[in-house]
């Protein structure tokens, strides 16, 4: 009844709407002879945001032809192709809200007895209002991403030796992005309606323009020799080269409301630039044997060529090869296949190798730092130089090794199929200083990389399998998948040896961890709990419903010794998919289930309930109801207290208490439709297609992380994100 003194405003719901439109439409058209073949396509997408003033929104548009001509007489054929892709987008930019992050934790944390707007409907003139923020009065962030790609192949099939083509191909991509920061925020005013002076202005401007090209030289021999022989060889060599050139100018603290650069005061202008370039080559060789169908065999050769190596290092040689055995093309397993036991059972493993290129151009190369404004002499700054990091005489490629073994199977006559594999990746040739790791900086700066006996590693199995079936008009496929995985340090030459002589905090070796912390045992339910159990340094005034850790080395005080590794993982090791699709008299569904296995969320300050020390609330969502009173002993948070320094910050170290399983599994997408060309329109010639279908995507969650009302997708540890959307649409797809 009295908005102004007692408030009681629901910013969620005046920031924000539950529903956000968007389209997308697609125009394909398709024809040609035997001899040409043409495909066009166009495309439209457009969403828009669940913010009320909908400041923010994105549209794309795609563009793609492919032509293929194909010469039979001459035995040449020509593929060409040309797509474009524009991409434009709106976000809200204020001196308060410059991201998503920034505006969402606003919108999250303001007071339900602040209010948004004074008596006259005017915006209210509060600290981090974030309905200023993403109002239209305040300025924007337009991107513009620019991308054109062309293709053009040609392949010969020399007439007089059997099996030889040749091809030719070649990539070029062009791409001209830019970005425009006019950073404004709007008026606000008091209760009464007088308005703020705000925040000038500024202007950024970004420009990032990139091409790039490859080309490729292929020779190819396929033949079959006595039926059961067949030879396949390629040799060819390929080039890759990658320019960029980019800028970036801007001004500032402008008195004018004009967001272009000239009315900028010139005493703030900035502007900076950077171009460079990246060449790569390569030979490639490969010969494959296969007899029979039965026993194949493969073996490939790269010799590859990088220009962030220095001459004499610039080129490594990388191998691969590969067998199978299709066991089940035997003469012994012909029982088995006629009986449809086993139509396919194929045995394979793999090895190959890749190298890497992955550091920072020149780096071979000593260099020197430039520092605009290194001296101030007279009264103007002057630019300075200082020395660069040494340069390590070991700079060249890393190399990782995969190794591969799996089995393909099919049975009940093919309706039944699947495949297992284990995968193993390792990595080596890390550079590292052993400043980092082992020494002092003896000559005042870090000393030079060198080639580490480093060595990282990812291994893990994979699992497929497929039931396909059709009786009557009815046919169904159903399909599963699961991925698990390991990722970790054999050595990390990162490490320092102290920490590598901690079995309980090193990283090399450890698998499956979130960080270091503390390891916690509920809460104290006593004070008689308080004075006879190890307490945390610098803990005090602590009382029941406070966290309790372990001593972990037991000495009887918990301090930074009795952190080690704890959780389950920062990232799923396992993930999997489930996908069903059926199809009856027109009808059809398509469904699919995504999960991932343990993956540790970690409460971040707020929602762990430390609002208050930041002029917050301590209980900003339902969930964070849930605190220990002497009725409530098994809460999901500690008692509530005043400040979290009250207890010298007792409940918020780092510990596995804040730590939430959001493993999960999801109905990623539902698509329910009918084809009208199986019945309604069969006798209408001119149309060759036509459905209507009804989709859904992010439909259903399952997760613990469901009770905290936390997506398990979402990574900011205070949901300071744009929220995962459920989306439904309805499709019409038609053809002529």
């Not at 040749?166 to 404004?184: I, V």
């Not at 169908?293 to 010799?303: P, T």
Request: glycine share 8%; with cysteine.
């Amino acid at each position: 009844s009295d908005p102004h003194h007692y408030p009681n405003v629901d910013w969620q719901k005046l920031a924000m709407n539950t529903f956000a439109p968007e389209q997308r439409h697609t125009l394909t058209v398709t024809g040609g002879s035997e001899k040409v073949k043409a495909y066009t396509s166009f495309s439209y997408y457009d969403q828009q945001s669940i913010y009320k003033n909908n400041t923010n929104n994105l549209q794309r548009y795609n563009y793609r032809t492919n032509l293929i001509a194909d010469f039979k007489e001459v035995g040449v054929k020509v593929t060409s192709g040309i797509e474009g892709y524009l991409t434009k987008s709106r976000e809200p930019l204020s001196t308060t809200g410059g991201d998503y992050g920034s505006v969402w934790s606003h919108i999250q944390n303001k007071l339900p007895w602040e209010n948004a707007y004074n008596q006259y409907g005017q915006l209210n003139n509060i600290p981090d209002n974030p309905l200023a923020e993403i109002s239209p009065e305040a300025g924007y962030s337009k991107g513009e991403i620019a991308t054109v790609k062309a293709n053009m192949g040609l392949e010969w099939t020399v007439p007089w030796v059997a099996g030889l083509r040749l091809k030719a191909l070649g990539n070029y991509r062009l791409t001209a992005d830019r970005q425009k920061d006019w950073k404004k925020s709007p008026v606000m005013y008091d209760w009464d309606g007088n308005p703020n002076t705000p925040s000038k202005p500024s202007l950024e401007k970004n420009y990032w323009n990139m091409s790039e090209y490859t080309v490729q030289a292929f020779a190819n021999y396929d033949r079959t020799f006595n039926v059961v022989h067949t030879v396949s060889a390629t040799a060819g060599i390929e080039a890759n080269k990658y320019m960029y050139d980019n800028a970036t100018l801007g001004r500032k603290e402008y008195l004018l409301d004009v967001d272009q650069i000239n009315p900028g005061p010139v005493a703030t202008a900035t502007n900076s630039s950077a171009e460079g370039t990246r060449a790569r080559a390569g030979l490639v060789a490969h010969l494959k044997y296969d007899y029979a169908s039965k026993y194949v065999v493969e073996g490939s050769m790269r010799y590859d060529g990088s220009d962030n190596f220095p001459k004499g290092k610039r080129w490594g040689v990388f191998y691969a090869g590969s067998a199978a055995w299709v066991i089940s093309e035997e003469s012994f397993w012909k029982n088995l296949k006629d009986r449809h036991i086993l139509d396919l059972f194929k045995i394979r493993a793999s090895y190959g190798e890749i190298g890497l290129d992955d550091i920072s151009a020149y780096s071979y190369l000593q260099s020197y730092n430039l520092d605009e404004r290194g001296y101030l002499l007279g009264g103007k700054f002057y630019p300075g130089f200082s020395e660069g990091n040494l340069v390590s005489k070991d700079i060249s490629w890393y190399t990782t090794r995969s190794t591969n073994v799996g089995l393909d199977f099919a049975s009940l006559d093919n309706r039944l199929s699947g495949s297992v594999e284990y995968f193993r990746m390792s990595t080596k040739g890390y550079l590292t200083s052993p400043s980092n790791v082992a020494y002092t900086d003896p000559l005042g700066t870090s000393l030079p990389q060198v080639k580490s006996d480093g060595e990282s590693i990812r291994q893990g199995g994979e699992f497929i399998v497929q039931w396909k079936e059709k009786r009557g008009d009815f046919e169904y496929a159903i399909g599963a998948n699961f991925t698990y995985f390991d990722s970790f340090w054999m050595n990390n030459p990162y490490e320092a040896e102290t920490d590598l002589k901690n079995p309980y905090k090193r990283t090399t070796h450890a698998k499956g961890y979130w960080g270091i912390g503390y390891e916690s045992l509920g809460y104290y339910q006593s004070q008689e709990d308080v004075m006879n159990s190890p307490k945390r340094q610098n803990s005090v005034n602590l009382g029941a419903g406070d966290i309790k850790y372990y001593d972990f080395n037991g000495d009887g005080i918990i301090d930074g010794n009795d952190q080690h590794r704890i959780g389950k993982n920062s990232s799923p090791r396992g993930q999997y998919g489930i996908s069903i699709d059926l199809n009856y008299k027109g009808w059809f569904m398509n469904m699919l289930w995504q999960g991932a296995t343990s993956k540790d969320f970690y409460f971040g300050d707020k929602l762990q309930g430390q609002g208050s020390d930041y002029g917050y609330l301590s209980v900003i969502y339902d969930f964070q109801r849930d605190v220990w009173t002497p009725d409530n002993r098994n809460a999901k948070f500690p008692r509530l207290r005043s400040t979290s320094k009250y207890n010298g910050s007792n409940n918020y170290g780092s510990s596995d208490f804040w730590l939430v399983n959001t493993g999960y599994i999801r109905l990623k997408s539902l698509n329910i439709g009918y084809d009208l060309k199986h019945k309604v329109l069969k006798r209408v010639p001119w149309i060759t297609k036509c459905d209507v279908s009804l989709s859904g995507y992010n439909l259903l969650t399952f997760s613990e992380s469901n009770k905290y009302d936390i997506d398990p997708e979402i990574g900011n540890t205070n949901l300071y994100t744009y929220p995962v959307s459920r989306v439904y649409s309805i499709s019409f797809n038609i053809g002529f």
